[in-house]
């Protein structure tokens, strides 16, 4: 698979005061994909304007037309199968078949308790997300699901007339545990990985390439077990979380070397944050730019 190039905008900006403009701009540049968080609030944004996902991408959709969209990511933090498969198939609807839906467990940051519930643990968060995932693909290929589980349920939900895309929209899903790189691998179009956060601090570029390259490494494990391709997977790299998380977005040469490093462990798609300044995301527009429209063809 060749490299691909994508970004995430966040969607803290009003729509008429600079939301609208980025992803239009984000389809002139060439990018595959533009994602956004899907959450109800972020880190160092909590206290400013922050929108939801669903009616962010629905709108985006209306003002773009090649460019695919999607969620980076979605979680069961606040979020039941059911009415998320509604707006997934109206979002994939609207958009003529561009949305891909970025899932993974959740964290513990403010989505875990926004709705008076104490934060689960990474082994609760594990147990919902592998009931999550399984019953999101029924709803989204299926007609009409009834379904009774430890976390879920669905009693003759409707999804008539299904996705655009067939048999449904793909699923990129975040997963670095064995639990969940083999629901990675057995719903998974695409796999997403921010490197080790262990590694975020104090890790070295050098070795977050390692932890990458082992990461890859138990998804084709995964994937084998299942008797599935690994290298038919597409593999998501979102930048801004690795030990060199400034570099990439430093400078052209700084992104193409950082590009082709990922690309050679089997990295297929990378994710760059549109510019925020004053926030852990500011960037030179300019360089930014120049990446987007040449970055790609230096790796040729």
Not at 138 to 156: I, K, N, P, W
Not at 177 to 198: E, F, M, S, Y
Request: charged share 25%; with cysteine; net charge negative.
């Amino acid at each position: 698979m060749s490299l691909r190039l994508s970004t995430v905008i966040l969607p803290h900006r009003r729509w008429n005061e600079g939301g609208r403009a980025a992803w239009v701009r984000a389809e002139e540049l060439g990018f595959h994909t533009a994602f956004t968080y899907d959450h109800l609030s972020w880190r160092t944004f909590r206290d400013g304007p922050w929108f939801g996902a669903v009616p962010t991408l629905s709108a985006a959709a209306a003002v773009t037309r090649r460019m695919r969209l999607g969620t980076l990511v979605t979680s069961p933090n606040f979020r039941h199968p059911v009415p998320l498969a509604k707006d997934l198939i109206s979002l994939d609807d609207i958009s003529g078949g561009r949305i891909t839906l970025g899932i993974g467990s959740g964290g513990t940051g403010f989505d875990a308790t926004a709705l008076g519930q104490e934060p689960w643990t990474p082994h609760e968060r594990a147990d919902r997300f592998g009931e999550f995932v399984p019953l999101l693909d029924r709803l989204l290929t299926e007609d009409s699901v009834s379904y009774g589980g430890d976390f879920y349920s669905a009693h003759e939900a409707r999804n008539i007339p299904g996705c655009v895309q067939r048999p449904r929209l793909p699923f990129a899903v975040a997963a670095t545990g064995p639990r969940g790189l083999r629901l990675a691998a057995r719903h998974g179009q695409a796999w997403v990985t921010t490197g080790d956060p262990k590694l975020f601090e104090t890790g070295t570029p050098a070795e977050s390439l390692r932890a990458i390259r082992e990461q890859i490494e138990k998804l084709g494990k995964a994937c084998a077990d299942i008797d599935r391709d690994p290298d038919a997977m597409e593999k998501i790299l979102l930048t801004g979380f690795t030990p060199d998380r400034q570099r990439p977005l430093e400078s052209l040469d700084a992104f193409v070397d950082f590009a082709g490093r990922h690309a050679a462990l089997g990295i297929t798609e990378i994710a760059v944050h549109w510019p925020v300044p004053d926030s852990d995301f500011a960037a030179d527009e300019t360089v930014f730019e120049r990446i987007a429209t040449e970055g790609l063809s230096q790796l040729r």
